[in-house]
Nanobody
Framework: QVQLVESGGGLVQPGGSLRLSCAASGRISSIGSMAWYRQAPGKERELVATITSDGKTNYADSVKGRFSISGDNAKNTVYLQMNSLKSEDTAVYYC????????????WGQGTQVTVSS
């Protein structure tokens, strides 16, 4: 059984920073790409950032220059450093990963709430 567990969400003022973590655990043979998505109330889930197993990254236009995704292969963990946060960044943030246990599957974390408000 593979699990993704996120942490690091919370309440922060506009202009502040937060760092999200997502750790994969279980019977893992390989991890492909990992990503962060977010879903604001009343909106569809959207892709925020991705990182491949060889470290290539990609970002949504709305977060470029403010967010940074990174990974620690030894810990099967992906991070999302969020700086210069805006109220429109408020959402539930979900971790997503392509993982091979017996076969390749896509897994989701349970989500962590990020609220940007004064």
């Amino acid at each position: 059984q593979v699990q993704l567990v996120e942490s690091g969400g919370g309440l922060v003022q506009p202009g502040g920073s937060l760092r999200l973590s997502c750790a994969a655990s279980g019977r893992i043979s390989s991890i492909g790409s990992m990503a962060w998505y977010r879903q604001a109330p009343g909106k569809e889930r959207e892709l925020v950032a991705t990182i491949t197993s060889d470290g290539k990254t990609n970002y949504a236009d709305s977060v470029k220059g403010r967010f940074s995704i990174s990974g620690d292969n030894a810990k099967n963990t992906v991070y999302l450093q969020m700086n210069s946060l805006k109220s429109e960044d408020t959402a539930v943030y979900y971790c997503n990963a392509a993982i091979r246990s017996r076969v390749w599957q896509t897994y989701w974390g349970q989500g962590t709430q990020v609220t940007v408000s004064s």
